[in-house]
């Protein structure tokens, strides 16, 4: 029996392109079909929001196809809930961007551990899976 993981939008986008960058024990746990990989629908948010500023150009089929996509990856997606939303406006961490917030108040309500590369998960209050070269 396999483990949840809550994904960080950059470790999604670097599954989904193949990204040298995503370390070798992340590919495992999520390549592995025991595992519950789940994306909160804030990462769909923050795709179609870079793509839409040029940050992301790369992603016009995947904002064009995210749900056909999720299906075929056997992802989970995790709609955002009110409870979500108020845990991210109130964290108690000095970190400004929307989306990270998002994903932080999730894993730590929904009790998930994030699978991320980014440092400014490692606030305390959640379990973060690095990602290491």
Same mark, same amino acid.
Do not use: C
């Given at each position: ?7 960080d ?68 997606? *995790? =709609?955002?809930? &009110?409870?979500?939303a108020?845990?991210?406006?109130? !964290?108690?961490?000095d970190?400004? @961007? #929307? ?12 009790? *998930? =551990?994030?699978? &991320? ?7 305390? !209050?959640?379990?973060?899976?690095? @990602? #290491?070269?």
């Open positions: 029996m396999g483990m949840s993981y809550l994904l939008t950059h470790v999604f986008l670097w599954w989904l392109f193949d990204d040298p960058r995503l370390g070798t024990d992340s590919r495992e746990i999520i390549a592995n079909p025991d595992n519950s990989i789940i994306l909160s629908s804030v990462s769909a948010w923050e795709i179609a929001t870079k793509y839409r500023i040029g940050k992301l150009p790369e992603a016009k089929q995947l904002v064009e196809e995210y749900s056909q996509v999720l299906l075929r990856a056997k992802f989970i997606e *995790l =709609p955002i809930t &009110t409870v979500h108020l845990r991210a406006g109130s !964290l108690p961490i970190h400004r @961007d #929307p989306f990270d917030r998002m994903i932080m108040a999730t894993a730590e309500i929904e009790n *998930l =551990p994030v699978i &991320t590369y980014d440092v400014a998960f490692q606030t305390g !209050l959640i379990q973060v899976i690095p @990602d #290491p070269k």
